[in-house]
């Protein structure tokens, strides 16, 4: 009996199904959906309305929420950055945000985005998308401006709507840009 019970202990128990291979698949599908779907955006087919016919792009807005994390992406002296602070009367200027990625098969590059008169801090282009805040170009309420890319080698993808393409040949390129401006602030009566 006692020898029964070592030959169970010393035999190989038949192998519990592994979950790992199941996991590995399901996050490469993932992977490769993420990937056609950045391509997807990038192309502008998300949004085939949008205002590609005549070379213009839409910017997105900062959410109140996300602003201390916009504002991480940017420079400039205290007096600037602090105007996008909430003030007393609860009302600041607001953000736009873009996204920065790698033109796939490209090498690594920067890019600066001079918006308006506000010039960004040379950014580190990679395959990992970065989004960084800008001001808008314009005053707000004007709804339209342009947004310029300053290229230092790389070919970059901007991820407006739809997507800009910067390549490294370009140097120094504009784009017309628009937003649509809604009622932020109330105006105090009298």
């Known amino acids: 009996m006692t020898q029964d019970s070592e030959v169970q202990r010393s035999a190989p128990r038949p192998k519990d199904r592994d ?8 996050a490469a599908i993932a992977a490769i959906f993420g990937i056609i779907y950045w391509y997807w955006l990038m ?10 016919a005549d070379g213009t792009s ?21 007096a600037f950055l602090a105007q996008f602070q909430k003030g007393k009367d609860g009302c600041r200027p607001p953000l736009a945000w873009v996204s920065l990625v790698l033109a796939p098969g490209q090498p690594p590059g ?3 985005l001079i918006s308006g ?19 808008f170009p314009r005053p707000y309420e004007t709804g339209n401006g342009t ?22 040949q370009d140097g120094k390129v504009t784009r017309p840009v628009i937003w649509h401006p809604i009622k932020r602030c109330e105006q105090p009566n009298g």
């Open 19 to 26: 979950t790992a291979p199941g996991i590995r698949l399901a």
């Open 43 to 52: 192309s502008g087919g998300a949004n085939p309305s949008s205002p590609s």
């Open 58 to 78: 839409e910017l997105a807005v900062v959410k109140d929420q996300e602003m201390t994390a916009a504002l991480t992406t940017m420079n400039g002296p205290n």
């Open 110 to 112: 920067n890019i600066r």
């Open 117 to 135: 008169d506000y010039v960004s801090p040379v950014f580190a282009v990679s395959t990992v998308p970065m989004r960084i805040a800008i001001p």
């Open 147 to 168: 947004l310029t890319a300053i290229d230092i080698g790389g070919s970059t993808m901007i991820a407006l709507l739809p997507a800009w393409h910067v390549s490294a």
